[in-house]
């Protein structure tokens, strides 16, 4: 006879540390987005890094049931992976892809992003001996300068490629380089982009450059697809925004408290004396460290919610540990929980930690490690 597996409750869990997804914020989140596009417009929920580290499967088939067209990765390892959990939705490989990777690209069904001729008359070629037609969407640049064909190329790489017999163009697209801080470059980058699309939007069933944070204030009456991404995931890519949109964070990064100890007045706590107590403190050690995903950056600058209060991180970050300033917190003792990430407190918000050290909350979600 099987024995039933015991339901674990969140408080429950015999982990040094973990990683909580909250698909019904996720839900919200889209739900929110969606008010600032026109009914015409489709959305791609951006799944890459593993859905910057919520859990690419999970993510996706929510994303499905909330709407959406298209899955959008970055490489044919991402989408393979997905397909290997049976996701049987559209997927776009954003990112430039390898002529060995072809014939993955065709036995997993995916569509391509190609700016580069090599590549796209090697894959028609095999379209061709496969007997299909493998779908594609063209990467142009207005201004990025990453990948994508040059916008003033742009015509003429089109139709180069509509010659192609076994190579059908699904969409065309670009990016923009400073949605979130500089409007009149992300103006200036539509309309170049609309100038060209406007003289292929007959031909073409999908047309975009919107990241999530474009949308917020800008129609771009032209295009009909959105890629959503960052504020999906509850992660406000700007101060302006927070009065816009009503978002509300999907990843929480929590751990426990291992041990418990006094500093004396004077003494220094971690690594290379970096910061010395200047009266006798007792501090907490959460035993996880960069190794785990928090940014060594984060030394002596970050923040963590224990019991309610917000605590400042002490001196250096280990790899596998982190000193924790208790002062302030009553009744304080080992196995408490303590919210490194996420969470309610406007301390441990992603954008927020970031901030402390000037990097990116891209960076911080998707370098949680593997050991939460």
């Given at each position: 006879?099987?024995?039933?597996?015991?339901?674990?409750?969140?408080?429950?869990?015999?982990?040094?540390?973990?990683?909580?997804?909250?698909?019904?914020?996720?839900?919200?989140?889209?739900?929110?987005?969606?008010?600032?596009?026109?009914?015409?417009?489709?959305?791609?929920?951006?799944?890459?890094?593993?859905?910057?580290?919520?859990?690419?499967?999970?993510?996706?088939?929510?994303?499905?049931?909330?709407?959406?067209?298209?899955?959008?990765?970055?490489?044919?390892?991402?989408?393979?992976?997905?397909?290997?959990?049976?996701?049987?939705?559209?997927?776009?490989?954003?990112?430039?892809?390898?002529?060995?990777?072809?014939?993955?690209?065709?036995?997993?069904?995916?569509?391509?992003?190609?700016?580069?001729?090599?590549?796209?008359?090697?894959?028609?070629?095999?379209?061709?001996?496969?007997?299909?037609?493998?779908?594609?969407?063209?990467?142009?640049?207005?201004?990025?300068?990453?990948?994508?064909?040059?916008?003033?190329?742009?015509?003429?790489?089109?139709?180069?490629?509509?010659?192609?017999?076994?190579?059908?163009?699904?969409?065309?697209?670009?990016?923009?380089?400073?949605?979130?801080?500089?409007?009149?470059?992300?103006?200036?980058?539509?309309?170049?982009?609309?100038?060209?699309?406007?003289?292929?939007?007959?031909?073409?069933?999908?047309?975009?450059?919107?990241?999530?944070?474009?949308?917020?204030?800008?129609?771009?009456?032209?295009?009909?697809?959105?890629?959503?991404?960052?504020?999906?995931?509850?992660?406000?890519?700007?101060?302006?925004?927070?009065?816009?949109?009503?978002?509300?964070?999907?990843?929480?990064?929590?751990?426990?408290?291992?041990?418990?100890?006094?500093?004396?007045?004077?003494?220094?706590?971690?690594?290379?004396?970096?910061?010395?107590?200047?009266?006798?403190?007792?501090?907490?050690?959460?035993?996880?460290?960069?190794?785990?995903?928090?940014?060594?950056?984060?030394?002596?600058?970050?923040?963590?919610?224990?019991?309610?209060?917000?605590?400042?991180?002490?001196?250096?970050?280990?790899?596998?540990?982190?000193?924790?300033?208790?002062?302030?917190?009553?009744?304080?003792?080992v196995d408490d929980e303590v919210i490194l990430l996420g969470g309610n407190t406007t301390s441990t918000k992603v954008e927020n930690l970031s901030a402390l050290f000037n990097g990116s909350s891209y960076e911080l979600l998707t370098q949680i490690g593997k050991r939460a």
């Amino acid at each position: 006879m099987t024995k039933k597996k015991k339901l674990i409750r969140l408080n429950e869990i015999n982990e040094r540390s973990w990683v909580e997804i909250n698909l019904s914020n996720f839900s919200h989140n889209l739900k929110e987005l969606k008010k600032h596009m026109q009914n015409k417009q489709f959305f791609m929920q951006i799944v890459k890094a593993d859905a910057y580290g919520h859990g690419a499967l999970q993510i996706a088939n929510q994303a499905i049931k909330e709407g959406a067209t298209i899955l959008g990765v970055a490489n044919v390892e991402e989408a393979s992976l997905l397909r290997f959990h049976n996701i049987e939705h559209p997927i776009l490989i954003l990112s430039p892809s390898f002529d060995f990777e072809i014939e993955a690209i065709i036995s997993n069904k995916l569509t391509p992003s190609i700016a580069n001729l090599h590549f796209a008359k090697l894959l028609n070629e095999h379209a061709k001996e496969m007997g299909i037609i493998q779908s594609v969407h063209i990467k142009y640049d207005t201004g990025m300068n990453r990948n994508g064909i040059r916008i003033e190329n742009a015509l003429d790489f089109y139709q180069t490629i509509e010659m192609l017999e076994n190579i059908k163009i699904e969409g065309i697209f670009s990016h923009f380089s400073s949605s979130e801080d500089d409007k009149d470059f992300t103006q200036k980058q539509y309309l170049l982009f609309a100038e060209f699309a406007s003289k292929v939007a007959q031909k073409v069933r999908y047309i975009h450059i919107a990241n999530s944070s474009a949308i917020i204030d800008n129609q771009f009456e032209l295009c009909n697809l959105n890629r959503i991404g960052l504020l999906s995931y509850g992660v406000y890519s700007s101060a302006q925004l927070k009065n816009k949109i009503d978002l509300k964070p999907v990843m929480t990064f929590k751990s426990k408290i291992a041990h418990i100890s006094t500093a004396h007045k004077n003494e220094s706590v971690g690594y290379n004396r970096t910061h010395f107590v200047d009266k006798d403190s007792h501090f907490a050690i959460i035993p996880i460290g960069y190794a785990d995903g928090y940014d060594y950056l984060l030394s002596d600058k970050g923040l963590v919610e224990i019991n309610g209060s917000v605590c400042p991180v002490l001196g250096k970050i280990s790899m596998d540990m982190i000193a924790i300033d208790i002062n302030q917190v009553d009744n304080v003792k080992v196995d408490d929980e303590v919210i490194l990430l996420g969470g309610n407190t406007t301390s441990t918000k992603v954008e927020n930690l970031s901030a402390l050290f000037n990097g990116s909350s891209y960076e911080l979600l998707t370098q949680i490690g593997k050991r939460a």
